[in-house]
């Protein structure tokens, strides 16, 4: 079938790519644009390892068809750091032990900044609604919730908001307080 | 995903020519949550594929007190969710469009093609056949009305012919004193398909008297279905917890489940008793809370 071309800004950078119509946007992210941070998982958008932003909301790549892109905004875990500055949901997952095999992290963070961008103080039910479309097979989730706890009420300590988990409000202090010394 | 073809009209009279004169083989692509998983995963092997992307009329959400709810065929469930409307005046359709999948499906998926792609168990369709909704449908020929209620024909298949595709679902305004509540069964509360869902509609007279009642059965059947003699039990009543009781009763007496990994078929009519119960005494507690916010207007 005849090419098309795709143009649509990723992480901030206009870009165009040449694509097979059935192609997907995981497709084209990880394969053309050789950025492999976003991963698949199964494929058929039950896992959502392959999360990134559309405009700012949630998707999973692996059912977006790559021309459905055009004149869209994406985000992929690549997009989040500043130069050698992790954003603060990464630094939370890194400090925190939200991790084991990585797989599922990209998806994890992505959802997570989605959250916290419309719900910056969100509590822990809303926190495992906002990655109810994200599995993890390695952790039991408990450090990933933690992990987004903690990112959020660094963010809001420094506000001086409190967290509804005083262990997690401590924590979050705790580690406000390392940010404001380095 | 096999080659096929890919046309992104930029207007529902392009698209409904391009249908015309593309012919078989053709598949709209809405959200592409379903679709994308039959070609990857089912064997569909489409030879183009119609996308809504560039027809902006078609994510329109919009409300008007003569017509009431129209909801375009690109409009993504989370749109539909949270839109004001929906929240004030239909909360029953929010209720059953973000039930689907998760979050990132209800970022790209559509309460039309949840419609279309016709599952039984599709969390759209007990809410919006409750409402008495319709779509409106589009193809060579002009234009037609499909009431939801004769929109399924079968698992996957509905009356939609070769070339024509779905422009809108349309809810009409909500009668004064009229209430609604969508639930749905599933063992873990996310990511899950129902095991029964039902839609239930009450519209009140003078009191708690029942002027008519629709009640919309998910997953017991092919398609949705309307519990008929349960919302005969309803009608012309006066509402109590004990006449409740007996439509769910009528409810569960009348579904024709089936059994499947998801549940057996008796363990699927003891839900429908259940969910009827409980989504009955929420659409006549919405109804009468309707009451309740109009006069507190007036009182203010």
């Known amino acids: ?182 | 995903m096999r080659a096929f073809a890919y046309h992104a009209p930029s207007s529902l009279a392009e698209a409904v020519a391009l249908l015309d004169r593309e012919g078989d083989g053709g598949k709209i692509l809405a959200g592409g949550t379903d679709l994308l998983i039959h070609i990857k995963e089912r064997g569909m092997v489409p030879r183009y594929v119609l996308s809504l992307r560039d027809i902006k009329e078609l994510s329109a959400i919009s409300y008007d007190e003569s017509s009431g709810l129209r909801i375009g065929a690109a409009a993504k469930l989370s749109d539909v969710a949270s839109h004001p409307v929906v929240l004030e005046r239909y909360p029953i359709v929010g209720q059953g469009a973000s039930l689907v999948g998760s979050l990132q499906i209800q970022n790209l998926g559509t309460v039309a093609g949840n419609l279309c792609n016709a599952a039984p168990s599709a969390d759209c369709a007990p809410p919006l056949i409750a409402l008495d909704a319709s779509v409106r449908v589009a193809g060579k020929n002009g234009e037609r009305i499909v009431p939801l209620a004769g929109f399924f024909v079968g698992p996957g298949r509905t009356v939609l012919q070769p070339g024509e595709l779905v422009a809108e679902v349309l809810a009409p305004p909500p009668p004064p004193r009229s209430g609604g509540s969508y639930e749905r069964f599933t063992p873990r509360q996310e990511m899950d398909i129902a095991v029964v869902g039902v839609g239930s509609v009450v519209q009140l007279g003078q009191g708690d008297r029942c002027v008519q009642a629709r009640i919309c059965l998910g997953a017991v059947a092919p398609t949705p279905v309307r519990a008929r003699e349960a919302e005969a039990v309803l009608a012309g009543q006066v509402l109590s917890p004990e006449l409740i009781e007996r439509a769910a009763e009528t409810a569960a007496a009348e579904a024709r489940p089936i059994t499947d990994q998801r549940g057996t078929a008796d363990y699927r009519k003891h839900l429908v008793k259940v969910l009827t119960k409980r989504t009955l005494t929420a659409a006549w507690e919405d109804a009468r809370g309707v009451e309740a916010r109009g006069n507190s207007v007036w009182q203010n």
């Open chain 1, 1 to 182: 079938m005849a090419k098309l071309v795709v143009s649509f800004e990723l992480n901030g950078v206009p870009t165009d790519v040449l694509t097979e119509p059935n192609r997907s946007l995981l497709e084209v992210l990880r394969d053309t644009l050789e950025n492999t941070g976003t991963k698949e998982g199964c494929g058929t958008g039950d896992c959502g390892a392959c999360t990134v932003l559309l405009d700012s909301r949630p998707v999973t790549a692996c059912l977006v068809l790559a021309p459905e892109v055009q004149g869209r905004k994406i985000t992929t875990v690549e997009g989040l750091a500043r130069g050698a500055k992790l954003h603060p949901v990464q630094k939370a997952f890194v400090e925190q032990g939200g991790l084991q095999c990585g797989i599922c992290t990209p998806g994890m963070i992505m959802s997570a900044v989605a959250l916290l961008e419309r719900n910056p103080t969100p509590n822990e039910q809303e926190i495992r609604y906002a990655i109810a479309g994200n599995l993890c097979r390695c952790t039991g989730y408990d450090k990933i919730v933690r992990a987004i706890e903690v990112a959020a009420y660094s963010a809001a300590a420094q506000n001086g908001a409190a967290s509804p988990n005083g262990q997690v409000a401590q924590t979050a202090k705790t580690e406000a307080s390392k940010t404001e010394v380095s």
